[in-house]
């Protein structure tokens, strides 16, 4: 009998695939028996501990057993192990029930990560989820189409502007910047992820302020912008501030979706109460994916998991400005969050930190138009102010849809020619984390 | 004018300590220049971006921006800094304006690492809460004292008992299970945390099942033991279903600590519904604290984040068994849980994985009596099944607070002989994770 269980060993053929979802770990140790710790892996994931007891019976493994369809090493060694003591890289494709999740989004991370996350340089590359499963999450209530439909922009990127300073500033300082932003042509403002609700600038007052301030440049536009409000708190307090929010007039509501977790922010998507657009913020994410031999990847946490929580944006990190994302981590995020998926809304990617005018053409060209841009420095720090800024980033993406270089369109967009002026053409500008080479 | 702003490089005396939380950072970067990354963190995690913008005014600054207490490096260079290009290794202590946060704790956690989370290899090694925030924390309702109280346990450490196999069991094993374990002295009886909701073990048929057996036993015994139902779920259905079990006559709840978020626990603990103790389970922690570069240390991840959450009880890695935590951390934790804080009961450790009778004596010797003994395998593992399981756990227990080595106690404790028998005396009898090595 082998010390390595015939059940537990299969191959994706081997499974139904409806009844399964799968993940795919990266394990680097300098271990000698890389199937014993698949075994191990999945036995701790599902029914099994480090000991045989009674009770973990046939019919118990039969229901809820995870299944190991692959265990790889890379470099791909076949005819001998590499010297004791060397540390080895294993990829394990794993399996698990479905029926053991119940479509509890908690569970799936306990699933996947739970014990296991606490054992040694083991990361979550990526999952996969069957139909039967995706069927329990609604994700984005709007999502990229719906958000240009409720927007009115079509063939182009949203605009994103930031309140700056991101804490500190009282509602008459917002409402100065909303109207600004608005005039300037902002398609959605955004709080800070630092702006929940202290004391001097509570949502109830920011919500009145910055809306009025939208309502009063819409009449002078023509356009109505979005202001998502930062709604973050203990998650009983963060519906309960939703939805007075919502119901005061909020056209949008932002959550720090690391800080409260996925499925606070998947119980707010799905409220049918909430019937505004949900802008997420990656504060804290980092915790989740900077950590190359532990975690998930970026793809997982800033991308499927947000696509599954249902928000309709996310901002996260990119190659672009003050918190560095690599170019291609970034753009799989996009495609995590755009990819088609049958009964998912795809969601509007918002690379940022530190991004301003001469950013646009790398963005464009890294993510079509299905992007949403976001600046706050990059708004309010333009020579000539707050309006000027946003005309400037507009200018920036008409030139780059037309082909146009950024100083030619400059020629005729004196807030463009400004701005380059200040931060260069070219994404390298706002490297503040540059410091830390 | 130096680059370096005059107002944020502040020290510790130089402020009011009742309006400001500090937070401790490691930084590894080969960098040319500290002070500019303290001041950089500083600006990112309160009042600034990457460029000045006009409403960062000299008021929103005195209002709400951070302060750097100190910066400091190791080894500490003085008289020139490390050939250009080595990895420095920095302390920068910092200073947060509780305003900014008003008691949130999402905003905590967004403060002290938010987008910083992101930059690189930066880690939280520590927090101080002043006694303003503090006071917003109810903290656990029962704490070690109240628990103690609760089950009429005094002078000895708790032995909790884990249903195993972990998922896939149905309610009359799990009832066969807590009956044996109540006759053996079991004092709490633990979900698995993979065990949240599956379609084949409700909640409800678990509450029933377990809660019958427990009743049945106590009739024989004389004593109650409490069962930890896993309510792990999206926080609004996690609320639902917490407040149905204790209205059905649970007497206790779990959570997933990690995958639900602090925040959500804080909302169950403290709600005046919930008059039963609360577990926390550490699935998924190793995210928050694993990685030696990144996120939080272990002693705020599972002992003072865990603590404000308000559980009761928390099970986490230990020296002495199948998920390794080093020793010395396993007791931190446990000293952030149990050290004296005004205002915050305190709470019982649950060093566990892979426990059995023979690793008694080193955890009774690192935690003391305030401790709760975790253990599933090491107890329906044993050779004459749960009940003599349980009991060589009561032996080892006695014997050590007696000063008696285990291999006495087993002349005249046949359960505690079979076990030491099976499993050895010591705790290294369990490490499946030795296969990493």
Redesign the interface.
């Known amino acids: 009998m082998s010390k390595y269980d015939p059940f537990m060993f299969t191959v994706a053929e081997g499974i139904d695939r409806d009844q399964y979802m799968t993940a795919l770990y990266s394990?680097s140790?300098?271990?000698?028996?890389a199937l014993?710790?698949a075994q191990?892996l999945v036995t701790?994931?599902?029914?099994?501990?480090?000991?045989?007891?009674?009770?973990?019976t046939e019919d118990?493994?039969l229901?809820?057993?995870g299944r190991v369809l692959g265990v790889y090493e890379f470099p791909d060694y076949e005819r001998e192990r590499p010297p004791e003591g060397t540390e080895r890289t294993l990829l394990m494709q794993v399996a698990y029930p479905v029926?053991?999740?119940?479509g509890?989004?908690?569970?799936l991370?306990?699933?996947i990560?739970?014990?296991?996350?606490?054992?040694?340089k083991l990361k979550v590359l990526d999952i996969h989820l069957p139909p039967a499963m995706l069927k329990r999450f609604q994700g984005p209530k709007f999502g990229i189409e719906g958000l240009r439909q409720h927007l009115g922009v079509e063939g182009r990127p949203l605009l994103c502007g930031m309140y700056?300073?991101?804490?500190?500033?009282l509602p008459d300082?917002l409402a100065?910047?909303a109207y600004n932003m608005a005039l300037g042509g902002i398609d959605v403002i955004k709080d800070d992820?630092?702006m929940?609700?202290?004391?001097?600038c509570s949502v109830e007052a920011r919500v009145e302020a910055t809306e009025k301030a939208l309502d009063k440049a819409s009449k002078e536009t023509g356009r109505r912008a979005i202001y998502t409000v930062n709604v973050?708190?203990?998650?009983?307090?963060m519906?309960a501030k939703a939805k007075k929010a919502v119901k005061a007039g909020a056209s949008a509501l932002m959550v720090?979706v690391y800080?409260?977790?996925y499925?606070?922010v998947?119980?707010l998507a799905e409220?049918p109460e909430i019937t505004v657009p949900i802008l997420g913020h990656?504060?804290?994410?980092?915790?989740?994916f900077?950590?190359p031999?532990?975690?998930?990847t970026s793809a997982l946490a800033l991308g499927k998991f947000a696509r599954l929580s249902g928000v309709d944006m996310i901002i996260y990190?990119s190659p672009y400005?003050?918190?560095?994302?690599m170019r291609e981590r970034a753009i799989r995020v996009g495609q995590e969050l755009t990819a088609p998926i049958e009964g998912l809304k795809r969601v509007f990617p918002g690379p940022a930190?530190?991004m301003q005018p001469g950013s646009i053409p790398q963005a464009i060209e890294d993510f079509g138009i299905d992007l949403i841009v976001g600046a706050?420095?990059?708004i309010?720090?333009h020579p000539d102010?707050?309006i000027a800024g946003c005309r400037a980033f507009h200018q920036a993406i008409a030139a780059t849809l037309k082909h146009q270089p950024l100083s030619d369109a400059a020629k005729n967009g004196p807030e463009l020619e400004k701005a380059l002026a200040k931060?260069g053409e070219g994404n390298v500008a706002?490297k503040?984390?540059s410091?830390?080479?």
């Not at 990560?113 to 040694?120: K, W």
Request: aromatic share 8%; charged share 15%; with cysteine.
């Open positions: 394990l140790a300098p271990t000698n028996d014993a710790i191990a701790e994931q599902t029914t099994g501990t480090w000991t045989a007891v009674p009770e973990e118990v493994k229901r809820s057993m029926d053991n999740i119940n509890n989004l908690p569970e991370l306990t699933t990560y739970g014990n296991v996350s606490m054992i040694g700056k300073p991101c804490v500190g500033a300082a100065r910047m992820e630092l929940a609700d202290p004391k001097f973050t708190d203990r998650p009983d307090l519906f720090n800080t409260v977790g499925a606070a998947q119980a409220d990656p504060a804290f994410a980092g915790t989740f900077e950590a031999f532990h975690g998930l990190p400005g003050k918190v560095p994302l930190a530190g706050g420095g990059g309010h720090g102010g707050t931060w706002t503040i984390y410091l830390l080479q």
